[in-house]
């Protein structure tokens, strides 16, 4: 299950799959705003820390990439993912016991 979003620079949320057209978020957390800082200016693909979120209050994580405008304008789009899909991918491939398995970006 995930939610589309796209982000201005100001961290404004100005669309996202999760709300009525037209509702914006203004309080994302410092965690999106990082990951959205570093996706413009690398102008690469990130995928941020886990945190809450701003509207169902549950964990998340953001992949987000940049993109721009017809215009030139710099935004950030979004996929918000349950951490559990990363848990879910790492059991689909049974490991012998005496391993360890990690997820880095």
Aim: glycine share 6%.
């Amino acid at each position: 299950d995930y939610h589309l979003s796209l982000c201005n620079t100001a961290g404004v949320t100005v669309l996202a799959t999760r709300l009525p057209f037209g509702q914006r978020i203004t309080n994302n957390s410092d965690i999106v705003l990082s990951a959205d800082k570093e996706a413009v200016s690398r102008g690469k693909p990130q995928v941020s820390d886990v945190f809450i979120g701003p509207v169902n209050g549950m964990p998340t994580l953001q992949i987000v990439v940049p993109t721009r405008s017809d215009a030139g304008e710099p935004y950030v789009l979004g996929a918000s993912v349950d951490p559990s899909f990363i848990q879910q991918a790492l059991t689909r491939f049974p490991l012998p016991q005496d391993w360890i398995a990690s997820v880095v970006d």
